[in-house]
């Protein structure tokens, strides 16, 4: 069965810098494009940054552009998001996800790694 498995979170303090991992198993990784979302507490799981299944094509959402980077490993099966100059406004529950493409919202997702910028 689809299994995608998020780590890395943590706490950071702001203009720090973390790095998320995605490890995914049970299906053609290399097929599908995939994402990264977050949800904070009382808001709506939003975008932060998509990945075309070969790597070509990324989007990112306009809060985080210039400071994240998402990245895949087809071979290794393995996404990353790495996130540099953190502001407390992205303190989130981020969300790995599946999609049959860059402009479609995943059917799968991870269990979620929590992240908390404060100093």
Known sequence: QVQLVESGGGL???GGSLRLSCAASGFT???YAMN???QAPGKERELVASISSLGGV???ADSVKGRFTIIRDNGKRTMSLEM???KPEDTASYYCGRSSGVDIKPNY???GTQVTVSS
């Open 12 to 14: 950071v303090q702001p």
């Open 29 to 31: 990784f290399s097929a």
């Open 36 to 38: 990264w979302y977050r």
């Open 58 to 60: 990324t989007k990112y």
């Open 84 to 86: 540099n100059s953190l």
């Open 109 to 111: 997702w991870g269990q």
